[in-house]
C-alpha cells in the first residue's frame, strides 16, 4: 500500500476533527454534476462525504489515513439510520440537550465492535460537547471561547453578531463593537503559531505555511462578519457560542436528511491514504481534496497531484481548499487542466467555513 508523507509525522490516535470545517454548499457547487458518477472524498470528519450523497453518484469512495475520523463518519451514518433528525442535531451538539448519552448508546448499538466502543469510550464528552465537538480541533474552539472570549466580548455584543443586518450596517458593526483592540490582542495571542501548533494542528502542519496565522484569520474574520451575514454562518456561530444556532452546516440541515439516508449505501469506506486509492487503477469524477495538499511539501505535492490525475475521468474536478500555505496546479500539469476561475470566485465569496485563504476547482482536460 502507498503511504503518504504526513503519516509519518503527525498523530492520528485521537479524533482530530469531530466536525467538517469545510463548507459543503460550496464543495458540492464546486463538483457540479455528478449524477451516476464515481467520487472520491477525504473523510475528515465525514460530513462532506456523505453530502456529496446529494449528487446522486452512484458511489463515494472515502478515505483517511486517521481510524479515527473514519469513526466518526460511521457514526454519523448509524445515527442517519437510527435517528430522527432533531435527535440528531442533539447527539452531534448543534442544540442543547440532556439525553446525548441515551442517543449515543442508541447508535453505537448498531455500529461494528470496534466504532462502537471507541464512541461509547467518549460517551462523557459527548454528553458535554455533542459528538461534533470531541476532537481536538473544536477543543481549542472551546478554550477560545469559554476562557478567552469572555475576556474581551459581553454576551450581548455575541449575540449581536448574529442578528442579521444590511452589509453596511455589518461593516459599522464589526468597526465599532466587534474588532475592538482587545479582540485584536487576542488573536494575535490565540492565533500565534506557538499556541495554534500547541492545541490544534500538530506542529509539522505549519512547516509549508507562509506568513502570521492572526493575521489571516482577522482578514478572514472581515469575510465572515462583513462581506457574508454572520447569521447564516454554522461555523462562526459554533465558534463564538458552542451550538448551532438557525443556520447549520449543509449535511446537518433537514432539507437533506432524508436524501443521505437513502443514499448511505452508496458510501464505500476505504480505510487508509488517498495515495493508495489512486493506485488502484479505478477513476473518479470528482474529488473532494479537503485541504491535504498544504499539508505537503510542494515536491510531494506536485507528485501526488500527478498520481491523482493518472486517477481522474476526462472532465473530472478536482476541488480543494488552502489555509494559509498556497497550492494550485503544479506548472508541470498546467496544461493538463482548466481552472474555473469564475467558479471558484462565485463561491470563495460565499464560503462560509471562512479561514480557508483559496479555494481551488481544477478540472481535467477530456
Ligand atoms: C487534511 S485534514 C483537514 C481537515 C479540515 N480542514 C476539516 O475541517 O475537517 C482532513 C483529513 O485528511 C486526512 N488526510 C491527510 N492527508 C491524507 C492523505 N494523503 N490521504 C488520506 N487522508 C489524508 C487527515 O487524516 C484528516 O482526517
Known amino acids: 500500500m502507498q503511504t503518504s508523507e504526513i503519516a509519518d ?5 485521537h479524533i482530530r476533527y469531530a466536525q467538517l470545517w469545510e463548507d459543503a454548499d460550496v464543495l458540492t457547487q464546486g463538483l457540479g454534476n455528478c449524477a451516476g458518477q464515481t467520487l472520491v472524498s477525504i473523510c475528515s470528519a465525514g460530513d462532506n ?14 478515505v483517511d489515513l486517521s481510524p479515527a475520523q473514519i469513526a466518526c463518519l460511521r ?26 448519552p441515551e442517543l449515543l448508546k442508541k ?14 469510550g467518549l460517551s462523557d464528552e459527548v454528553a458535554l460537547h455533542g459528538a461534533g465537538g470531541v476532537g481536538k480541533f473544536e477543543r481549542y474552539f472551546r478554550i477560545f471561547r469559554t476562557r478567552l472570549l469572555p475576556l474581551v466580548h459581553s454576551r450581548k455584543t455575541i449575540d449581536d453578531i ?63 462578519a ?14 463564538m457560542k458552542g451550538t448551532h444556532g438557525d443556520a ?26 488517498l495515495e493508495a486509492f489512486v493506485s488502484t487503477g479505478e477513476r473518479a469524477h ?24 493518472s486517477a481522474a475521468a476526462p472532465g473530472a474536478r478536482l476541488v480543494y481548499w488552502n489555509m494559509m500555505a498556497p497550492r494550485r496546479v503544479p506548472e508541470k500539469y498546467r496544461d493538463r487542466v482548466t481552472t474555473l476561475g469564475n467558479l471558484e470566485d462565485d463561491l470563495k465569496a460565499r464560503d462560509k467555513a471562512f479561514f480557508y485563504s483559496d479555494f481551488v476547482i481544477e478540472e481535467v482536460i477530456g
Open 286 to 309: 470528482g474529488f473532494n481534496l479537503s485541504d491535504i495538499f498544504e499539508y505537503m511539501s510542494p515536491e510531494v505535492f506536485q507528485n501526488v497531484y500527478g498520481s491523482i490525475l
Open 107 to 120: 447508535v453505537a448499538q448498531t455500529l461494528d465492535r470496534d466504532t462502537g466502543t471507541f464512541w461509547e
Open 75 to 100: 457514526l454519523r451514518m448509524a445515527a442517519f439510520k437510527t435517528l430522527s433528525h432533531p435527535e440528531f442535531l442533539r447527539l452531534m451538539g448543534a442544540r442543547p440537550s440532556s439525553d446525548r
Open 248 to 273: 447549520f452546516p449543509m449535511t446537518w440541515r433537514e432539507e437533506h436528511y432524508a436524501t443521505i439516508c437513502d443514499r448511505l449505501d452508496r458510501i464505500e469506506i476505504r480505510p487508509g491514504s
Open 162 to 224: 448574529f442578528v442579521s443586518r444590511p452589509r453596511s450596517e455589518r461593516e459599522t458593526f464589526l468597526q465599532t463593537r466587534f474588532n475592538t483592540w482587545r479582540w485584536r490582542l487576542l488573536l494575535n495571542v490565540f492565533f500565534s503559531r506557538f499556541v495554534m501548533g500547541r492545541m490544534g494542528r500538530d506542529k509539522a502542519f505549519f512547516d509549508h505555511v507562509d506568513g502570521s496565522p492572526a493575521s489571516h484569520v482577522a482578514r478572514r474574520i472581515r469575510h465572515a
Open 9 to 13: 509525522k503527525a498523530d492520528f490516535d
Open 49 to 62: 462525504a456523505l453530502a456529496m450523497l446529494t449528487l446522486d453518484p452512484e458511489k463515494v469512495v472515502v
Open 226 to 239: 462583513v462581506d457574508c451575514d454572520p447569521a447564516d454562518n454554522p461555523y462562526l456561530h459554533w465558534i
